[in-house]
Each structure stands twice: as C-alpha cells, then as structure tokens.
C-alpha cells in the first residue's frame, strides 16, 4: 500500500514580483535539508487541507498571513524522505501576503532572491526541475513524478 506523507511547499513573491522568499537551511546539523535553499511549507496535520497546512506552515516559518495563494503543482516523490518516505507535495505560489516576513526561524535564514538567480542557489536537484513550472506564468496545475534514490532524482515526468 502506498502512503505518503503529504506536505507543501510555498513560493512567496516579492510585491514587485521579481523575488522570492526562501529559507536558508543551516540551523539544525542534522536537517534532511541541511545547506540548502527551500520554500517554506511542512507536514500536513490529519485535521487540516493542505491550504491550511500552507497558511500555518508560512506563519509559523515567516511570521506572515497568506492573502493570494495558487495552486501551482503536485508532485509525487517517491523515496524522497531522509530514510527512503514517500512524499506526496502540493506546491503553491502566494502573490499576496501581509505583515514582514522575518529574517530566520528554527529551519535557517529567511531572505529574498532574485527570480533569475535561482539557478545559481545550492538546493535539490530535483527542485530545478519543477521551479520554473511554479514561476512560469501558465494557469494550469502541473502534475509530476520524481521518484528519489540515495537522495538524487532518477525520473521526472510532468504533464498539465
């Protein structure tokens, strides 16, 4: 029986759209996550929708409430999890939030990157695949598959 652990992901843009705020990973030495650069988002709870999740998860992380959120994807990443879980992420862009975003929380550092220098952050492998999707402006949910093995992506498939 499949059961993955689901959870989400959140990319919040800067309001003049050309940023995004991402968390810094380098305050726990024995995160899954360590040295890398992430949105922000978590586990869903058993009582929660996974916009729910999203709006707890970005204001427990950055101290902001939500306003414009989309859906951008669902992935399925199998063996993902730092001992082989399976993973289940919907990944969401917010466009409109209030209050001031911190500079870190319990997970790292909170800061704003240019969109066209994300390539150039340390972050998952399979991340790069599936970013451009979240900032690429088209109104259709993408749907993907990115199974993981010994911590590297070893397919990806995409449809909309």
């Not at 991402?22 to 929708?49: F, I, Q, S, T, W």
């Not at 209030?98 to 991340?127: C, I, V, Y």
Request: glycine fraction near 14%; hydrophobic fraction near 35%.
């Amino acid at each position: 029986m499949y059961e993955p652990i689901v959870g989400t992901l959140g990319y919040i843009l800067s309001p003049d759209r050309n940023h995004v705020l991402l968390v810094y990973r380098n305050a726990r030495p024995g995160d899954h996550h360590l040295g890398k650069y992430n949105g922000l988002g978590g586990k869903a709870r058993a009582d929660e929708d996974v916009l729910t999740c999203l709006t707890r998860e970005i204001r427990e992380e950055a101290g902001i409430e939500c306003g414009r959120t989309e859906l951008r994807g669902v992935v399925n990443w199998p063996g993902f999890g730092p001992a082989g879980e399976n993973w289940l992420g919907f990944i969401f862009l917010v466009t409109d939030f209030a209050g001031t975003p911190g500079s870190r929380n319990e997970e790292g550092e909170l800061a704003w990157h240019p969109l066209e220098k994300l390539d150039e952050l340390p972050m998952w492998e399979g991340d790069r695949f599936f970013l451009p999707l979240v900032f690429d402006g088209d109104p259709r949910v993408f749907y993907g598959y990115m199974p993981y093995r010994d911590g590297r992506p070893v397919d990806w498939r995409c449809r909309r």
